[in-house]
């Protein structure tokens, strides 16, 4: 059983199917893709919602390199998934980049390309402006790391006048419609594994119990029993999760599931331009309350034309009502601080004011430990995990899949920092 129909409890079918000989059942408490995978801005990123050099100090270098590969190979998955679905979702790629403008910012990245250099992954590229002041502060250890060059590059990457900038970190990244990807691979897998494969949606799951052999899914007056139950739902839902005799089943409480409500905007530009993915940090220090901003520019198709879509987001705000409603009105006052803060990252060119041609928000899932929960619950092996929003994009929910048809595959993994505590 796997309960959630996001991009996460997909891929999870998806890989299950593909890997093993299993039946498998899919239960959606609402429709498919309708939480955050369908409410989100489509990147295609790598990044962990933590330094990957802190993840480093707490599980070593190579745990940490394995994970970071394991999101990095996730572009190799997502077209496995479009090929063999026949997808037909656009999937876009290029190099993006983030801004910085302090040491303390650059630092944190550069020890990122040490642990990536000695786990013999793929560099980032990083250019340092020649009117950083910081640019003789700039440690020995991290000589080879990056460049100097003009600050009119750095503008030029960041597609920004805005000179508070001094650095940029570039990469692979991409564009995505993760909800019609989702869509359309469901619907692959109800027409290819027709006699292994069911869906069931509009089915709210109260309880999961589980035992040496089995769990036990109570949902919509009926009871499912299974092999295995893997929850890809965020794992801030209304359901109870248990053991036989009754007893609560929780994970580490770094890794329990929070939720924070995504505020995105989207315009149509006036003129076509190339896809894109930046960020922009704005707190002196990684990890403060000041959200970074974020810009997914991407091909839109509508049905009278094809045209440039960009979003941009960066307002997150903690979650505590016991229902999320994801057709509550978006704040006014909210739209107004996003077209004076964020629009200048996303279009300086557009003018104050102007009616936008989307706005939205999502409820996505974060924890303390600033990385995905993958893998069986160390004492109840029958439950796994495929949640939480730690690695930016969605790439990490289709990673998370692929890792869990291998352990139901019975393939020994080694340890990871995924693994559920």
């Known amino acids: 059983m796997v309960v959630g129909a996001g991009i996460a409890g997909v891929a999870t079918a998806f890989f299950v199917l593909r890997t093993t000989t299993n039946n498998v059942l899919l239960v959606e408490r609402d429709r498919v893709a309708r939480g955050a995978t369908g409410r989100n801005a489509g990147q295609l990123t790598t990044y962990f919602e933590r330094a990957l050099s802190d993840i480093a100090k707490q599980f070593g270098p190579k745990q940490a390199a394995e994970a970071q590969r394991g999101f ?47 786990g013999g992954l793929r560099l980032e590229t990083c250019v340092v402006s020649q009117e950083a002041e910081f640019l003789p502060e700039i440690p020995r250890e991290f000589d080879g ?74 949902a919509g007056g009926h009871q499912v029993t299974a092999a295995h139950v893997v929850l890809c739902t965020n794992g801030f839902v209304d359901h109870i999760v248990q053991d036989s005799d009754g007893s609560p089943i929780r994970l580490a409480a770094d890794q329990q599931i929070i939720g924070r409500v995504a505020y995105m905007t989207a315009f149509v530009e006036d003129e076509p331009r190339p896809p894109a993915a930046m960020s922009y940090i704005r707190n002196t220090i990684i990890g403060g309350d000041t959200a970074y901003v974020y810009v997914t520019r991407r091909t839109y198709d509508r049905p009278e034309d094809t045209v440039t879509l960009t979003c941009m987001g960066g307002p997150e705000y903690p979650f505590h009502e016991p229902v999320y409603d994801p057709s509550a009105p978006f704040p006014g006052e909210l739209l107004s601080a996003m077209d004076e803060q964020v629009r200048p990252f996303a279009q300086p060119s557009r003018p104050v004011g102007r009616p936008y041609d989307f706005h939205w928000h999502g409820l996505m899932g974060y924890n303390d430990s600033g990385s995905r929960v993958v893998g069986a619950h160390p004492r109840h092996q029958r439950l796994l995990y495929n949640l939480g929003c730690n690695g930016v994009g969605f790439l990490p929910s289709i990673y998370g899949g692929h890792r869990l048809s291998q352990l139901l595959a019975g393939e020994q993994l080694p340890p990871s920092i995924f693994d559920p505590r």
């Open 145 to 218: 790391l990056y460049a100097v060059v003009p600050q009119a590059r750095v503008r030029g990457l960041l597609e920004i006048n805005d000179d508070r900038y001094f650095a940029v970190l570039s990469d692979l990244k991409g564009c995505a419609n993760s909800g019609v990807l989702a869509q359309q691979v469901l619907a692959y897998l109800q027409r290819r594994y027709a006699g292994r494969f069911r869906f069931v949606d509009r089915t709210n799951v109260a309880r999961i119990v589980t035992s040496g052999d089995q769990a036990v899914l109570h």
């Open 72 to 118: 990095d190979d996730a572009h190799d998955l997502l077209d496995l998934m479009v090929a063999e679905a026949g997808a037909t979702v656009r999937v876009e790629r290029f190099t993006g980049h983030m801004g910085m403008f302090n040491l303390h910012h650059l630092q944190v990245h550069l020890r990122n390309n040490l642990i990536r250099r000695a």
